[in-house]
C-alpha cells in the first residue's frame, strides 16, 4: 500500500478557519481521485495528509493528479514503520533494489528527539543511515546540494518513523472554489489561460467564455479553444463549463457603425456587457481577462478604463504588470503555450482596425453604443438562441 504525504502550502497560516480551507483541499483531492476511480484513504493531520492508495498501480497517475491541485506545497511517497534500525535497514534496501544508476544522495534527519532511545542526535542518525546505505550499494557519492535523492527520516512523537527519498512539487496558493466561482474570458492566445490559471491558485473555480463568428468557428479554432479550457479546467477544484458564443450578430451591429477607430473597445465592452449577464445568472462572482497594461491598443489605461465599466462585477487582470516574455514563461511551465500557438483566429485580432483609438473617449464610446437600436435585446437573443454550454472534464 502506496502512502503519500501532501503538506500544505500557505493553510497552515490560516487561523481559526485553517480547517475550513484544509477540508476543502480534501474535497477536491477526493473529487478528482474518484473520477479516476482511484480507491484511497486520508488521514488529517495538523500539517500535512497522508494519502494511502489501495492499489499501487495508481500511484504515477495520483501524482499527475496532485501536480495540479492548488493549496499543495510539496508531496512524496514515504514508509511509514514502527521505530527499529531493523525497520529502516530493511526499507532502505526496498527503496535502493528499486533504482537502477549509481545515484548521489543526503541524509535528512528530522526530530531524533522522538528517537533518542536509538540515537543521540540527528547527526547520530545520520551517520548511521548514511553508513547503512553505503553496505547495501558502496560506490555511492554523498552531495548535499546536487542529489539525486533525500533520504529524510522524519521520527514521530508516536514511536514511528517516516521516511521518504524523493519530492515533488504541488501548486502553492489556495484550494480552488474556497473563495467562489468566476467566469474567465477564453481567447485563443497565450495570456488568457495564464491568467485563468492564476485566478484558480487564488481559490476560484472558473468556468470560460469564448466568442466566435461563422469565420473564427473553424475546426482548428474550435478546437484549440476546447483544448486550453480542458487543460485549466484540471486546475479547477470541481469540473466547470465552457460557454460558446456566436457574437456575429453584435459584431455586424458594430462593424456598421461610423466609429472605425473605435471598433475594439465596443467589441471589449460587448464581451464584457454579455458575460456579466452569463456569469450572473451563473452566480459567478467574478470576471477574469488576460490584459496587460499597455501590450496592444485596447490595453491603455483609457481603454481598459472604458472597458472596464461596461460590467458591474468585479474583474480580475492577474498579468496586469506582467512582461510578455513573464508569461510566455508561465504558460509554458503550465503547459498551455504548445495549444496557444496552434492555428486559430480570434474575434478581435481579425477586427481591430489599422489606427485604433488608444486612448478613447468614455463619452464618445456610449455615444456610438447608443446608437445600436435595442442593444440590451441583442445581447439577450444572443443568450437565448446563440450560446453553446460545454461541461468540462
Known sequence: MI???????????????????????????????????????IIKKYDHLLLRLKDDKHE???????????????????????????????????IIANIDFNFKFRVTIRNSKFAKDLFLSNQDATIFVAAEIFKIKNDLKVDLKNFDYDFTLNFTEDNKYYLSVIKYKGIIGLPAGINGEGLAML?????????????????????????????????????????????INKFNGKDRFLYLVNFEKMQAEIANLKAIEYR???????????????????????????DSLGQ?????????ISINQASDLFTVRPLITFAKEDIIN????????????????????????????????????????????????????????????????
Open 60 to 94: 504515477d497517475k495520483t501524482y499527475d493528479i496532485l501536480k495540479n491541485i492548488p493549496g499543495i506545497n510539496t508531496f512524496y511517497p514515504i514508509y511509514i514503520q514502527k521505530l527499529s534500525k531493523e525497520m529502516i535497514i530493511n526499507d532502505l534496501k526496498k
Open 296 to 304: 496592444v491598443s485596447s490595453q491603455t489605461l483609457e481603454s481598459l
Open 330 to 393: 508561465l504558460a509554458k511551465k503550465i503547459d498551455t503555450y504548445p495549444i496557444s500557438i496552434l492555428k486559430g483566429e480570434d474575434m478581435c485580432s481579425l477586427f481591430t482596425p489599422k489606427n485604433p483609438k488608444t486612448k478613447p473617449s468614455n463619452e464618445k464610446v456610449i455615444f456610438f453604443e447608443n446608437k445600436i437600436i435595442n442593444y440590451d435585446q441583442i445581447l439577450n437573443d444572443i443568450a437565448q438562441r446563440y450560446i453553446r454550454k460545454i461541461k468540462l472534464g
Open 3 to 41: 502512502t503519500i504525504l501532501i503538506k500544505y502550502s500557505e493553510l497552515t497560516l490560516k487561523g481559526k478557519n485553517r480547517n475550513q480551507f484544509i477540508n476543502w483541499l480534501i474535497d477536491n483531492i477526493k473529487y478528482r481521485l474518484k473520477k479516476e476511480q482511484i480507491d484511497y484513504f
Open 264 to 290: 475594439t473597445i465596443l467589441l471589449r465592452r460587448a464581451f464584457f456587457k454579455f458575460a456579466n449577464i452569463i456569469a450572473t445568472k451563473e452566480k459567478q462572482k467574478l470576471l477574469v481577462t488576460g
Open 187 to 231: 481567447s485563443g492566445g497565450i495570456d488568457s489561460p495564464v491568467a485563468s490559471y492564476l485566478t484558480i491558485c487564488r481559490g476560484i473555480n472558473l468556468s470560460f467564455i469564448s466568442f466566435l463568428t461563422s469565420r473564427t468557428s473553424t475546426k482548428e479554432t474550435l478546437n484549440k479553444i476546447k483544448l486550453l479550457a480542458e487543460k
